[in-house]
């Protein structure tokens, strides 16, 4: 028979995450209610919750109230936010869409370590304040001749999804990838065509180091006083992560003195209070977390979930799976 699946979800996103011709989709593989649910708030008869941002927890009261689910498909990156315990100790299988999010992501950073590898901020800020900077920024430090990505070395901490799309780009670029992190051996590195290091060495050496591990207690402060004083004089730091990967007050420190720089798409605190320090620095750019899937990109989230609902249905196995033993490493 036919399942029934629900949408749960800030219900304005519908639209955006799943556009007409999905929904159609859709409507082949299950029978889906016309309500998106906002709060969890009565009996629930789906076999499949598509879920999105904004879909309330679901807790052991939840699930005590819908005895046939079987699937939460997460139209989003992370299931941390909205899944307890309870959801996977039922047995429910749990996909996520992190990895149609990390597409955004990493199109955006790689822009962004393309304009910080011709220190593209400092430079544009000391023209609007006058001086044409196309050789020597005053105040800025250069390490070496700065000419683009081809030829530089970045470092990459996590490989992470987004970790490796980054990668990937980095590749055809030309740049020269060292990678941090502890679950990825040598020879998985050497497949993904970068050198392992440990994360000091990394910072030793990189030119540009950029953020793509998760938010984890042993991840807090992953790039602190100690760590960022090892970056070389005019390394560049961009964090599309999480903000409190990087110790705040210690990147002001750094930052202020002109010897390093920073592209922040997240903070820690988010957002800073106006007035703070970052947002201040010629050599420091802050961008409002827009590094994710926004806008259109949000159907990309949609296509994956749709076909993670059909996979399901037919039978085959999906993509997105979230394992409960990889929660404690994954975003
Ligand atoms: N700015 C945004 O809008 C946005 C959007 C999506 C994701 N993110 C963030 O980007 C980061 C990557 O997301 P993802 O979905 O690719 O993550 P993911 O879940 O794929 O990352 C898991 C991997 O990270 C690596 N890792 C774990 N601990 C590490 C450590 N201590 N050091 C280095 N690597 C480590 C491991 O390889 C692990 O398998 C996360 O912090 C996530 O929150 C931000």
Same mark, same amino acid.
């Given at each position: 028979?036919?399942?029934?699946?629900?949408?749960?979800?800030?219900?304005?996103?519908?639209?955006?995450?799943?556009?007409?011709?999905?929904?159609?989709?859709?409507?082949?593989?299950?029978?889906?209610?016309?309500?998106?649910?906002?709060?969890?708030?009565?009996?629930?008869?789906?076999?499949?919750?598509?879920?999105?941002?904004?879909?309330?927890?679901?807790?052991?009261?939840?699930?005590?109230?819908?005895?046939?689910?079987?699937?939460?498909?997460?139209?989003?990156?992370?299931?941390?936010?909205?899944?307890?315990?309870?959801?996977?100790?039922?047995?429910?299988?749990?996909? +996520?869409?992190? /990895? @149609?999010? &990390?597409?955004? =992501?990493?199109?955006?950073? #790689?822009?962004? !370590?393309?304009?910080? $590898?011709?220190?593209?901020?400092?430079?544009?800020?000391?023209?609007?304040?006058?001086?044409?900077?196309?050789?020597?920024?005053?105040?800025?430090?250069?390490?070496?001749?700065?000419?683009?990505?081809?030829?530089?070395?970045?470092?990459?901490?996590?490989?992470?999804?987004?970790?490796?799309?980054?990668?990937?780009?980095?590749?055809?670029?030309?740049?020269?990838?060292?990678?941090?992190?502890?679950?990825? +051996?040598?020879? /998985? @590195?050497? &497949?993904?065509? =970068?050198?392992?290091?440990? #994360?000091?060495? !990394?910072?030793?050496? $990189?030119?540009?180091?950029?953020?793509?591990?998760?938010?984890?207690?042993?991840?807090?402060?992953?790039?602190?006083?100690?760590?960022?004083?090892?970056?070389?004089?005019?390394?560049?730091?961009?964090?599309?992560?999480?903000?409190?990967?990087?110790?705040?007050?210690?990147?002001?420190?750094?930052?202020?003195?002109?010897?390093?720089?920073?592209?922040?798409?997240?903070?820690?605190?988010?957002?800073?209070? +106006?007035?703070?320090?970052?947002?201040?620095?010629?050599?420091?750019?802050?961008?409002?977390?827009?590094?994710?899937?926004?806008?259109?990109?949000?159907?990309?989230?949609?296509?994956?979930?749709?076909?993670?609902?059909?996979?399901?249905?037919?039978?085959?196995?999906?993509?997105?799976?979230?394992?409960?033993?990889?929660?404690?490493?994954?975003?």
């Amino acid at each position: 028979m036919t399942p029934l699946a629900a949408f749960a979800m800030q219900p304005l996103l519908l639209p955006e995450l799943f556009p007409l011709d999905l929904r159609r989709r859709l409507s082949l593989v299950t029978r889906v209610h016309e309500r998106v649910i906002d709060a969890f708030d009565g009996p629930l008869d789906a076999e499949i919750l598509i879920t999105g941002w904004g879909c309330p927890r679901i807790d052991t009261g939840v699930l005590a109230a819908a005895p046939r689910l079987r699937a939460v498909v997460h139209a989003a990156g992370s299931v941390k936010g909205h899944l307890t315990a309870a959801v996977f100790d039922r047995g429910i299988t749990v996909s +996520s869409a992190a /990895e @149609a999010n &990390a597409v955004p =992501v990493a199109e955006f950073t #790689l822009a962004m !370590l393309v304009l910080a $590898a011709k220190q593209t901020f400092p430079r544009a800020r000391a023209y609007a304040a006058g001086a044409w900077s196309g050789d020597a920024l005053p105040g800025v430090a250069t390490p070496g001749e700065r000419g683009g990505l081809s030829g530089s070395t970045v470092g990459v901490i996590g490989a992470s999804r987004v970790g490796r799309l980054v990668i990937d780009r980095l590749h055809d670029h030309g740049a020269d990838v060292l990678l941090s992190d502890p679950y990825t +051996s040598g020879e /998985e @590195a050497a &497949a993904l065509g =970068v050198r392992a290091v440990p #994360l000091d060495e !990394l910072c030793r050496h $990189a030119e540009l180091v950029t953020v793509h591990a998760p938010e984890l207690p042993e991840t807090r402060g992953l790039l602190d006083e100690r760590r960022l004083s090892l970056l070389r004089d005019g390394a560049v730091v961009i964090n599309t992560a999480r903000g409190s990967l990087i110790d705040t007050a210690a990147l002001v420190r750094h930052c202020a003195t002109g010897r390093i720089g920073a592209v922040l798409d997240v903070t820690d605190p988010e957002p800073l209070p +106006s007035g703070h320090p970052l947002l201040g620095l010629p050599n420091v750019l802050v961008t409002p977390h827009i590094s994710g899937a926004r806008g259109r990109e949000l159907r990309r989230l949609g296509e994956f979930a749709v076909a993670e609902v059909e996979r399901l249905t037919r039978g085959r196995p999906l993509r997105g799976t979230v394992r409960p033993a990889d929660l404690n490493r994954i975003a």
